[in-house]
């Protein structure tokens, strides 16, 4: 049950975040899209009857065609809000208005959103794009890690946000090595070399601190510092207490990795796995690399790439379907009116375009438009093939490296079967 609420999450996510993409890339070609923001505690009809008034005023504006355009969209509005006698738990966002396309085509969108957290504002707002950033913050990840690489030449330090690595910064340090110079005591290069450390060390922790303590709602969102490095130095930077106190009571523990540059910060995520078990990347991670073991195996049970995909999920092959997040393709149904022919294929979808910008073809028989009866986002399609064998979905970040050679290398399509086929 728990593993079915996680996959409709990620799912939810995904969407909302598409959502959020397109309504991005729709411009007016005036202060004519019009942003709604509805709390759950404000009254629907004091919605309607200030956008009621807003339709008077637009009398005001000069441009007829903007006039016209807003005036539409306000009452597409109206019509819409008389399905609301209140709004849900979580308020609702509505972006309409009508939308450039290319050339002179536009169209009137109308999207509604119920937001994934409660709204605490309301917004009425028209503009020549929709007013997003307040829905965009409810993408960002709740909890924060601080990651944190050192050894006695340099440092690196971020933060892991979700499936994300964030690099924010390092140093290099001026501690000299091992060996003395000629003219010196044993005794002497010894204090002046601790000396340079203590101060290489006092560098990292103010510095690694201050990046941490800015992050926002630091109290709330910050679960805690890891950190890597080699023995014993990892290990001597802890017991000195050189980050804030703050900061050092949140350090979740100290990890062996080779690399103490920004690459550090990858492996101290993969040594600390167990320190973040159940954490998003690294259930991603593991998916991945179980993906990438099976594949260069003889006998090894992966597949990837949308044909093959397809027919492993008809013949309920696929255990494990591995869909990357940063898909943007649909599946498009296509009927020929002349002569009934019917056709499916996959398109991309380009960033600020629409299926309606794509070229659907002719009639390989007859020669007539092909007609779009239907479009389903890729996603949305193969999980569902997937879920009537009851193969598990996972959504898959390109944040990190692995997540990045899903999509870039296997199309964003891949699968763990249950068993070997020709596919």
């Not at 540059?261 to 179980?290: H, P, Q, S, Y």
């Not at 093959?308 to 943007?328: F, P």
């Not at 970040?397 to 199309?411: K, Q, R």
Request: hydrophobic residues 35%.
């Amino acid at each position: 049950m728990t593993e079915e609420v996680e996959m409709d999450d990620a799912r939810k996510r995904y969407e909302f975040k598409k959502t959020l993409e397109k309504l991005e890339s729709g411009e007016g070609s005036g202060t004519e899209l019009i942003t709604l923001y509805i709390p759950p505690d404000k009254q629907i009809y004091d919605v309607t009857n200030q956008l009621k008034d807003e339709f008077g005023q637009c009398a005001n504006i000069k441009s007829k065609q903007t006039r016209t355009n807003v005036q539409s969209a306000i009452s597409s509005i109206l019509s819409r809000l008389k399905y609301y006698k209140r709004p849900p738990a979580n308020g609702i966002a509505v972006f309409c208005g009508t939308v450039q396309l290319y050339g002179d085509r536009t169209y009137l969108q109308c999207t509604i959103i119920e937001p994934p957290e409660p709204l605490n504002l309301y917004m009425y707002r028209c503009s020549s794009k929709f007013e997003l950033e307040p829905l965009m913050q409810m993408l960002e990840e709740k909890y924060v890690y601080g990651l944190l690489v050192l050894d006695k030449r340099e440092a690196y330090w971020g933060f892991l946000r979700g499936n994300r690595i964030e690099p924010m910064g390092g140093a290099n340090s001026t501690v000299p090595g091992k060996m003395r110079k000629g003219g010196q005591s044993a005794a002497r290069f010894g204090r002046l070399r601790e000396i340079a450390i203590d101060e290489f060390y006092t560098k990292i922790g103010e510095r690694a601190s201050a990046i941490y303590l800015a992050e926002k709602d630091f109290f709330e969102r910050f679960k805690g510092v890891l950190i890597g490095g080699p023995s014993p130095t990892k290990e001597e930077f802890e017991k000195g207490n050189y980050l804030h106190h703050e900061v050092q009571k949140r350090i979740i523990g100290l990890f062996d990795v080779a690399y103490t540059n920004e690459d550090g910060l990858a492996e101290l995520v993969d040594a600390a796995k167990d320190a973040l078990k159940g954490m998003t990347v690294i259930e991603e991670k593991e998916f991945m690399d179980r993906f990438l073991k099976e594949l260069v195996k003889d006998a090894g049970v992966a597949a990837y790439g949308e044909e093959s995909i397809r027919k492993n999920l008809e013949i309920g092959a696929v255990d494990t379907l591995l869909l990357s997040a940063s898909l943007r393709k649909s599946r498009l149904r296509m009927k020929c009116q002349s002569c009934g022919y019917t056709e499916e294929k996959t398109v991309t979808i380009p960033p600020g375009k629409t299926v309606r910008d794509i070229p659907l073809g002719n009639c390989p028989k007859c020669s007539a438009p092909l007609v779009l009866e239907e479009e389903v986002d890729i996603i949305d399609e193969l999980a569902k093939i997937a879920d009537q064998s009851s193969a598990k979905v996972e959504l898959i970040s390109d944040d990190f490296e692995e997540g990045s050679i899903l999509y870039t290398a296997f199309g964003g399509i891949a699968a763990i079967l249950r068993y070997r086929t020709g596919y």
